[in-house]
């Protein structure tokens, strides 16, 4: 069964499709959640993070939370997680958490432990790492894990690097030269070794080497604050961006300007918009896409969540309620899975 996952300010709306009809579950009601992950290999055991209320744990598919008893992370800003898959028993990996101020933690044993990878606060960058509104701090905006590497990771800090690390997060590789510079949406596709895709404040960027080097094909795109990104999990060739020009367009209600453009092969960005929502007014989109569908993208917006079954070409919203108080909010992350 297809399962929306949308970290909302206010909670975590869980949208399932049954038999054809979406329905909606609401959970952690009152609480800012920021972000999800979803076990790859159990996918009822789920994480989500709080901006100052706490790491939170699922393992019946979302119907029940509990705060997880890990004193020192009762008030800290959770703002990424991921969780990774054992490469050789194809059971629990780590489970990875990023917060504000920036810091990444790792759990081993599915979140009973966790203990702070302290190595990446030593590279030579992390003294210019600097977030546009809050300037006195930054954050783990993205975590990307490498499907061809066990314990492979990259960390997207918001604002000022994409870094590196080879052994889960003990070492890392500092940010390179050209490398996108406030990465919002990092994707590895698992069908496409070495291959990055960076939706950043400063554009999109593109590595296949493994992020050594970097490209960013930009024409046809009119717009070049981005935000989310999604990879067609049918080929990595396939991709659709949101995009605004600039962080008020993108973030701010009373200035919501944003689009999606979709891109194939090595053709020009193209803009769509046939069944989305008109660009004014519009904040920027979350996407999401997953592997039991092929071809099918989602976008979460202050409208509504959209579901594109065609590679992001046409669109059609979701028959779901979509209250008031939401047309002036950003869906934090949305993540889709295939839940049985």
Same mark, same amino acid.
């Given at each position: 069964?297809?399962?929306?996952?949308?970290?909302?300010?206010?909670g975590?709306?869980?949208?399932?499709?049954a038999?054809?009809?979406w329905q909606?579950?609401?959970?952690?009601?009152?609480?800012p959640?920021?972000?999800?992950?979803?076990?790859p290999?159990r996918?009822?055991?789920?994480?989500?993070?709080?901006?100052?209320q706490?790491?939170?744990?699922?393992?019946?598919?979302?119907?029940?939370?509990?705060?997880?008893?890990t004193?020192?992370?009762?008030?800290l800003?959770?703002?990424?997680?991921?969780?990774?898959?054992?490469?050789?028993? &194809?059971d629990?990996?780590? #489970? %990875?958490?990023?917060? /504000?101020?920036? +810091? @990444?933690?790792? *759990?081993?044993?599915? $979140? =009973?432990t966790?203990?702070?990878l302290?190595?990446?606060?030593?590279?030579i960058?992390?003294?210019?790492?600097?977030?546009?509104?809050?300037?006195?701090?930054?954050?783990?905006?993205a975590i990307?894990?490498?499907p &061809?590497?066990?314990g492979? #990771? %990259?960390?997207?800090? /918001?604002?000022? +690097? @994409?870094?590196h *690390?080879?052994n889960? $997060? =003990?070492s890392?590789?500092d940010?390179?030269s050209g490398?996108?510079?406030d990465?919002?949406?990092?994707?590895?596709p698992?069908n496409?070794p070495?291959?990055?895709?960076?939706?950043a404040?400063d554009?999109?960027?593109?590595?296949?080497d493994?992020?050594?080097?970097?490209?960013?094909?930009? +024409?046809?795109?009119?717009?070049?604050y981005?935000w989310?990104l999604?990879?067609d999990?049918?080929g990595?060739?396939?991709?659709?961006?949101?995009a605004?020009?600039?962080?008020n367009a993108?973030h701010?209600?009373?200035?919501?300007?944003?689009?999606?453009?979709?891109?194939?092969?090595?053709?020009?960005?193209?803009?769509?918009?046939?069944?989305?929502?008109?660009e004014?007014?519009t904040l920027?989109?979350?996407?999401?896409a997953h592997?039991?569908?092929?071809?099918?993208?989602y976008?979460?917006?202050?409208?509504?969540?959209?579901?594109s079954?065609?590679?992001g070409?046409?669109?059609?919203?979701?028959?779901?309620?979509?209250?008031?108080?939401?047309?002036?909010?950003?869906?934090a992350?949305?993540?889709?899975?295939?839940v049985?």
């Open positions: 069964m297809t399962t929306l996952y949308l970290a909302m300010p206010d975590l709306l869980i949208i399932r499709n038999n054809g009809q909606v579950e609401r959970r952690m009601d009152g609480l959640v920021q972000c999800v992950a979803i076990d290999f996918p009822e055991r789920q994480y989500c993070g709080t901006f100052g706490g790491l939170w744990r699922s393992r019946d598919g979302g119907d029940t939370w509990r705060q997880m008893e004193p020192v992370f009762r008030s800003q959770f703002t990424a997680l991921a969780v990774s898959m054992n490469q050789r028993t &194809g629990l990996g780590n #489970l %990875y958490a990023g917060t /504000e101020p920036t +810091a @990444l933690y790792r *759990s081993d044993d599915g $979140g =009973d966790w203990r702070e302290p190595n990446l606060l030593t590279l960058s992390a003294p210019t790492w600097s977030f546009p509104p809050r300037p006195y701090t930054s954050h783990v905006r990307g894990l490498d &061809g590497v066990p492979g #990771l %990259y960390v997207a800090i /918001e604002a000022g +690097a @994409l870094v *690390s080879s889960r $997060g =003990d890392w590789d940010r390179v490398s996108p510079y990465t919002h949406t990092l994707a590895l698992p496409a070495l291959t990055l895709y960076a939706a404040g554009g999109y960027f593109e590595s296949y493994g992020g050594d080097r970097w490209g960013t094909p930009r +024409a046809g795109l009119r717009h070049h981005l989310g999604a990879v999990p049918a990595p060739e396939t991709l659709i961006v949101s605004a020009s600039g962080p993108a701010r209600a009373e200035h919501a300007a944003s689009v999606i453009y979709r891109r194939s092969g090595f053709s020009d960005w193209q803009r769509v918009t046939d069944g989305l929502p008109d004014q007014g920027a989109s979350v996407l999401a592997e039991a569908e092929p071809h099918v993208f976008a979460a917006n202050n409208h509504g969540i959209y579901r079954a065609d590679t070409l046409t669109w059609q919203r979701l028959d779901i309620p979509w209250p008031d108080a939401y047309r002036t909010q950003r869906p992350e949305m993540v889709v899975v295939d049985n």
